[in-house]
């Protein structure tokens, strides 16, 4: 009886994005019912999400919300605009 040595192969970043970039390929020379091209633009969009996320510009985790300033009102010519955007300051009051 003779073992199969296992074979492993490494799978890399490269090789993910390569094989990508040849779905994408495929998608775009895609052929119709009377073999004109005919674009497959959502499998292409899917597989530039994944390049993305392999290259590190989508994560899940990162919180992609933006802080915004708390404006409560602004002055214009001399009278006064309530804005009320953002939450209120909280302070702590003192009592003396």
């Known amino acids: 009886m003779v073992k199969k040595k296992k074979e492993t192969k490494n799978y890399s970043k ?3 994005f390569e ?3 040849t779905v994408q390929q495929m998608a775009l020379n895609r052929r119709g019912k ?3 091209i ?3 633009i959502s499998v ?3 597989a530039e999400e ?3 996320k392999l290259c590190g510009l989508y994560s899940e985790k990162q919180n992609n919300f933006q ?3 708390v404006m409560g009102s602004v002055k214009i010519n001399g009278k006064n605009l309530e804005v009320n955007v953002g939450e209120a300051v909280k302070t702590e ?3 003396d």
């Open 34 to 36: 009377d073999d004109e």
């Open 50 to 52: 994944l390049k993305g």
């Open 67 to 69: 802080s915004i300033n």
């Open 19 to 21: 094989n990508l970039e």
């Open 14 to 16: 490269d090789d993910s």
């Open 38 to 40: 005919n674009p497959d």
């Open 93 to 95: 009051q003192s009592d």
């Open 44 to 46: 292409f969009l899917k």
